[in-house]
């Protein structure tokens, strides 16, 4: 066994000091621990490394998490899962103070008074927890506490059920069984549990723990399913416990006491609904028939012996429950389980390499073809792909595989029959799974069903579900743009004439007015984009400089270059960006190729101001040609000036600085006409209001329209 992942006196995330180890398994560890802020005591289960980043097992400690939602003091209280520096994860719930009933087991067992009060409030939680259609599935002696040693006070642990998922471990989790084989129902050797699976298993532990011992159950998987068909014996035991007892645990869950009410009601002295009345020892359970007639049998070519001769179709897997009942059922779930196959001589003939292929092509039917292990297996692939109007072609034969081959294959076709293209290749231990999907929570789904199969399984998985569509045109993205639009146009940048393949590159530019907007249209994008990246290069404006996008003229960009400049250093500042206390500096630079016309150069500010830097009162030429002043070539002509240039002027000229009532972005637009095309001289500041009115009368036509972002914040 590996050393422990944390040692006494470790502190994990500033807050969980490590006290004690309190157990270790084969995939997890629990120990005590004390919370340095509060002082509480806790105990953490934390994954051991191997396991802390397989998708499989965090799925687990994730939903053991959602336990948090049942509220019962006769069920431990589950808080939150953490990642720690070094990757491990851990789960914090309550630290239970007692004895576990293994413990009082081991040490003689209990009174059967006592154990009637400890059933009375297993139940009760039992009851809460089905009610949230949770199933412990794994109750045994282990996993209850008495708090204080008290039986009033038991509670109800572990509902992880991920103990070991290593071959030969006692807890197997998803495949054909789960649970402890010394408690687990019979149904459970079957891949089936319910809430009628919880009340067995509370019974065997009970009679375990009045006896003092573990249940005999057999020295080989045969031995196991012939004794879980029979019930158990509790000669001995007093009343009314022994009734109690025999009614939770009748081999046939449908005569069995039926949930946890009938239960309560049973130990508080009434009739309890349901299940059989009175129990004969000498009863022998047999399975009922099957009421449904057979589906058309897939075509399977048998070669050698009939290994699965007269057993049930009947399947269940990691995702879905086999539907039998009775010792045959059993019998037959379990040799699927891979229960029985080590202790079967193989009669098949042998495929090297064993290979299967399944497919749902673009076009033509849906078929499956290869080796299987069983006419078990056959069967419940071929009812599935038939179920779908495809087409079989399997050859029983035995391989180099595992043991829960068919249950395996099963639970892949399940994860993706839905696609509407898929492709399932198994050769010996090895999986390909390729598909398609449009469905971005549906392809993450997937991704951990099949991680989950090839974690429990054991065998090698390689998945590529494509997120589709694979080519995406442009144009099913305008509606998009058109919803988010609310700061003037937004834009494709450079889209492909024949769409957008997987591995493209989806960018948009614009502007936005929030950052709650520029986050709705990329995740809209995403929704429909499937594994291409998405970049949102729109800028948020503030609703001043919306209202602008809104109205200014449609014209293409003149290559007029606005630079900012440090107006104390003199040090250029091509960011655009200024503190409170900073003196900006604006120059903008005539293109050498233009020569004539009118420029009109604006501000406009958070505030909702706007500052006319050309022309103005101040300022009133803007011909281009007199500005040029018989220069040729690029031209620079200052538009904000110094302090110490404005100071010098006497006012004329316009210089600014930055404080703190006017922070964010303030955009300066250079607009070149042939003509002046707004009606008299603008003041040197208007409300934007006004002059947005003024740019939606305007009567001349635009040549070009440049823009730049000014951005004021705090030191």
Known sequence: MSAATFKIGDLLNNTYRIEAVLGRGGTSEVYQARSEISGNRVALKVLRAEYSRDEGFLNLMTREEDIREIRHDAIVRYYHNQRNANGDVFLVMDYVDGPGLDKKMKSGGMSASDLMVVAERVAEGLKAAHAKLIVHRDLSPDNIILRNGSPSEAVIIDFGIAKDSNPGAETVVGNEFAGKYAYAAPEQLSGKSDARS????????????????????????????????????????????????????????????????????????????GGQADLDEATVIAPRAPSDAPRPSPTVASAGTDAGAGRSSRRGGIFAALGAAGLLAAAGGAYLGGVLDPFLTPGLPLAEPFRIVMERPVTGAIYGR??????????????????????????????????????????????????????????????????????????????????????????????????????????????????????????????????YSNADLIRV????????????????????????????????????????????????????????????????????????????????????????????????????????????????????????????????????????????????????????????????????????????????????????????????????????LLTTTLP
């Open 370 to 499: 290869g080796h299987v292990p069983s006419e078990e297996a056959a069967q419940t692939l071929g009812q599935q792909i038939l179920a779908m109007d495809g087409t079989t072609d399997f050859t029983l034969a035995r391989g180099n595989i595992v043991d829960n081959w068919g249950v395996a294959v099963t639970d892949i076709l399940e994860a993706v029959a839905t696609l509407p293209e898929w492709r399932i290749e198994v050769v010996n231990n090895d999986v390909r799974v390729e598909g398609l999907t449009f469905d971005k929570s549906e392809h993450d789904t997937i991704g951990r069903s099949l991680g989950l199969v090839a974690s429990v399984s054991g065998m090698e998985m390689d998945a590529a579900i494509e997120l589709g569509p694979r080519i995406l045109v442009p144009s099913a993205l305008d509606p998009i743009l058109k919803a988010y639009q609310d700061c003037g146009d937004l834009r494709l940048v450079d889209p492909p004439a024949l769409g």
């Open 198 to 273: 919880d009340l067995y298993a509370l019974g065997a532990l009970l009679l375990a723990t009045f006896r003092g011992k573990a249940p005999d159950i057999g020295n080989n998987p045969l031995e196991v399913i012939e004794k879980k068909g029979l019930p158990l014996d509790t000669s001995g035991v007093p009343e009314p416990l022994r009734t109690v007892i025999d009614r939770m645990t009748v081999p046939d869950p449908d005569r069995r006491l039926q949930d946890a009410d009938a239960l309560l009601v049973l130990i508080r002295g009434g009739a309890a609904p």
């Open 509 to 708: 530019e614009g502007w936005l007015a929030s950052e709650g907007a520029k986050a709705g249209l990329a995740d809209a994008i995403e929704r429909i984009s499937g594994h291409r990246e998405v970049a949102i290069d729109a800028q948020v404006l503030n609703q001043t400089l919306c209202l602008f996008e809104s109205v200014l003229p449609s014209a293409p960009p003149g290559g007029f270059d606005i630079r900012f400049m440090d107006g104390e250093t003199g040090a250029a500042v091509p960011d655009g960006i200024f503190s409170v206390g900073q003196n900006p500096v604006i120059d903008l630079v005539i293109p050498a190729g233009v020569t004539d016309g009118y420029l009109f150069v604006s501000a406009l500010d958070v505030s909702g101001k706007v500052f006319h830097l050309m022309p103005n009162v101040n300022r009133p030429g803007n011909d281009v040609a007199a500005l040029r002043d018989g220069r040729d070539g690029p031209v620079t002509i200052r538009l904000a000036h110094t302090l110490a240039e404005a100071a010098d002027s006497g006012g004329k000229k316009l210089a600014f600085v930055v404080d703190e009532t006017a922070l964010g972005k303030t955009q300066v637009l250079v607009i070149h006409a042939d003509e002046p095309f707004l009606d008299g001289m603008r003041p040197t500041t208007e409300s934007a209001m006004s002059y947005a009115e003024a740019l939606g009368a305007r009567s001349g036509k635009v040549g070009s329209l440049d823009t730049r």
